[in-house]
C-alpha cells in the first residue's frame, strides 16, 4: 500500500461533541497523507466513533463496526468512543476489531493506524487502550473545516451531575474545560475560512470554565461575540438552571448569539425531575424561559424529553404534557427510558412497561408537533433573514436565526449565503417561503 493510497472512512454516532472529534480525527489523519471518504467505500482503515447514550446507542455502534468489516473485511478496524469506554472488552471481542480506545486520548486512533498499516496485518486479538476517560485532561483538538456552514467546537468535556438515569459521567469523567484563548483562536480560524455559524458545545456546556480561573460561559460568549466578523453563534445544549438573571443579562445584548437554546428538560414532571436528580424544577425552568423571552423576543427554545422514566404515573406523565404545552417548545426530541447497567435507576422500582413508554412517546411527540405547527404557523407572512446551507432537487434548505428551518425554491444553490425569505407558508416540516431581492 503506498502512502497516497491509504483511505480512512469514520462513523460518527451520538453526539455533536462525537461530531467535532471526528472531525478533528479526520483532519488528523489527512495530515499524515490519508485520503478521507465516505465509510460507506471500501476503505483501509475504518474508525467507529460510538455512543451509549441509550441501549439503541450500544445496538448501533455494534451494527456499525460490523458493517465496516463486512465492506472490507481486510481494512483495519478501530473503534473508540462512549461504548468503547464503558464497554471495552464487548467491542474487543467482535471478530475483525483491531483496535479499541475510550474517550481519554481519542487522537490515539491515527497512531494506531498507522501501525498497524506498518505491520502490514490485523491484529490477532484487538488491542484495547482504555485508561480514565478524564486520564488525559482536555484533549488538544482543533478543526479548520467544517460541512457546508456550520461547525461544532467542543468547549467542555465531562459531566458531574451524577443524574440517576445516565452513563455518560462513567463514559466522560471530570469537567475538563479548553482555554478561552484556544477557542478564540479556533472559531477566528473558522470564520477566517468562511465559516457562518458556529456551535460551542460539550457534555455539559454550561459547565464550562468551572475548572479554570476564566470567568463563566457569559464571559467566554462576550469575548468570542468580539471575533471580527464572527458568523451567528450557538450553543450546545444546556441544563436549564443556567437560565439565571445574571446570565440571561450578559448574553441578551450580543450580537452574534442565536436566539434559539436548546434545554436539556427530560420531564415536566417535578416527582420524576427529582427521581431524576435534576438541578431544577419545573417552576425554575419555566422562570428560566421567561426571563429569557423577556430579554431576547424573539427566542425560539427546543429540547430533549425522556418518558417511562421508572416510578413514572399517569399523573406524572399528564404534567409533563402539560408543562410541554406552557413551554411552547419549537421542537421536543423524545426518548423512552433506556435502563444503562450502573446507574441507579436500573436498580429503582416500578420500571414502565415497553408497550406504555412508547405509548407515551407517540402522546407527547403529537403534541409536540402540534405545538411546533403552531408555531411555525405564526412566522407566515414575516420577513426573516436565512442562513442557507443545502440544496436539493431544487429548494434550498436553511435556518433562521432561531432555529426555524425554511426553505424557498431556486434554479441555483445559495449555500452559505444568509437572504432575506418571505415566510408564504408552514408544514410540519418548517416554513416555506420566497426569496426577496436585495
Not at 445516565?166 to 472559531?187: L, Y
Not at 450557538?234 to 436549564?240: I, T
Not at 436498580?347 to 405509548?359: F, S, T, W
Amino acid at each position: 500500500m503506498s502512502h497516497t493510497e491509504r483511505t480512512v472512512g469514520i462513523y460518527t454516532l451520538g453526539c455533536k461533541v462525537n461530531q467535532y472529534e471526528s472531525e478533528a480525527i479526520a483532519e488528523s489523519f489527512a495530515k499524515r497523507g490519508f485520503c478521507i471518504q465516505s465509510p460507506a467505500l471500501s476503505c483501509d482503515v475504518y474508525v467507529i466513533n460510538t455512543c451509549t447514550v441509550t441501549a439503541e446507542s450500544d445496538r448501533k455502534a455494534r451494527q456499525f463496526i460490523r458493517r465496516a468489516i463486512h465492506t472490507n473485511p481486510d481494512a483495519y478496524i478501530l473503534v473508540t468512543g462512549c461504548f468503547s469506554q464503558v464497554a471495552p472488552d464487548r467491542v474487543a471481542a467482535i471478530p475483525g476489531v483491531d483496535y479499541v480506545c475510550g474517550n481519554a486520548c481519542k487522537l490515539s486512533v491515527v497512531d494506531a493506524a498507522e501501525e498497524l498499516i506498518a505491520k502490514g496485518e490485523k491484529n490477532v486479538e484487538a488491542t484495547v487502550s482504555c485508561p480514565a476517560p478524564d486520564a488525559c485532561g482536555f484533549e488538544k483538538m482543533e478543526i479548520c473545516r467544517f460541512d457546508r456552514t456550520r461547525a461544532y467546537v467542543k468547549i467542555e468535556d465531562g459531566c458531574e451531575s451524577r443524574c440517576t438515569y445516565c452513563i455518560i459521567p462513567t463514559a466522560r469523567g471530570q469537567i475538563r474545560s479548553k482555554s478561552t484563548e484556544e477557542i478564540v483562536r479556533e472559531v477566528t480560524a473558522l470564520t477566517e475560512n468562511g465559516c457562518r455559524e458556529t456551535v460551542l458545545t460539550g457534555i455539559e456546556t454550561a459547565s464550562w470554565g468551572k475548572d479554570l480561573n476564566e470567568g463563566t460561559l457569559a464571559d467566554l460568549l462576550c469575548k468570542v461575540d468580539r471575533i471580527p466578523h464572527v458568523g451567528r453563534i450557538r450553543l450546545g445544549s444546556l441544563d436549564p438552571s443556567v437560565m439565571k438573571r445574571e446570565f440571561v443579562e450578559r448574553i441578551a445584548p450580543l450580537s452574534s448569539l442565536a436566539p434559539h437554546f436548546h434545554i436539556s428538560m427530560q420531564s415536566g414532571s417535578d416527582k420524576i425531575l427529582s427521581l431524576m436528580k435534576r438541578k431544577y424544577n419545573t417552576r425554575m425552568a419555566l422562570e428560566g424561559i421567561e426571563r429569557v423571552r423577556t430579554a431576547i423576543p424573539d427566542v425560539q427554545f427546543t429540547t430533549d424529553m425522556i418518558v417511562g422514566f421508572p416510578g413514572e404515573t399517569e399523573e406524572d406523565f399528564l404534567a409533563t404534557l402539560a408543562f410541554a404545552r406552557r413551554a411552547r417548545f419549537l421542537m421536543i426530541h423524545v426518548f423512552p427510558y433506556s435502563k444503562r447497567a450502573g446507574t441507579p435507576a436500573a436498580l429503582m422500582d416500578g420500571q414502565i412497561p415497553e408497550e406504555v413508554k412508547h405509548a407515551r412517546v407517540k402522546r407527547l411527540m403529537d403534541e409536540a408537533k402540534k405545538i411546533r405547527r403552531e408555531i411555525l404557523s405564526s412566522y407566515v407572512g414575516k420577513r426573516e433573514a436565512v442562513l442557507f446551507e443545502t440544496y436539493e432537487n431544487g429548494w434550498m434548505h436553511g435556518h433562521t436565526d432561531a432555529f426555524v428551518e425554511v426553505r424557498v425554491p431556486t434554479p441555483v444553490s445559495l449555500q452559505g449565503q444568509t437572504r432575506t425569505v418571505l415566510i408564504g407558508a408552514a408544514d410540519d416540516r418548517g416554513c416555506i417561503g420566497e426569496l426577496l431581492t436585495q
